[in-house]
Nanobody, 118 residues
């Protein structure tokens, strides 16, 4: 069973916002180094945001394409990772996944689909 489950995707107009969630289960702690990844139709999966471990201060980094628009965060008490997405663009349309950073192949879940209409 994959210990990460993504949710929160949907259809939104350009300029809108969405908040994605990633619930960790079992023995997996969300305080590990984590990342949000996305895969657009016909393209390779890419990293869009990452956060270092809680013990390392939880610093964040973003792909240039989302910098200033997306924010990665987590709630240790809920063992949940978040991705706040603002000023969405049609090119943000993709299936979004969470995983460790670097990712583990057997941790890929089903993802959550984000569709941004123009």
């Amino acid at each position: 069973q994959v210990p990460l489950v993504e949710s929160g995707g949907g259809l939104v107009q350009a300029g809108g916002s969405l908040r994605l969630s990633c619930a960790a289960s079992g023995s997996l702690s969300i305080m590990n180094p984590m990342g949000w990844y996305r895969q657009a139709p016909g393209k390779q999966r890419e990293l869009v945001a990452r956060i270092t471990s809680g013990s390392s201060g939880g610093s964040t980094a973003y792909a240039d394409s989302v910098k200033g628009r997306f924010t990665i965060s987590r709630d240790n008490a809920k063992n949940t990772l978040y991705l706040e997405m603002n000023s969405l663009k049609p090119e943000d349309t993709a299936v979004y996944y969470c995983n460790l950073y670097p990712f583990r192949v057997n941790y890929w879940g089903k993802g959550t689909l984000v569709t941004v209409s123009s």
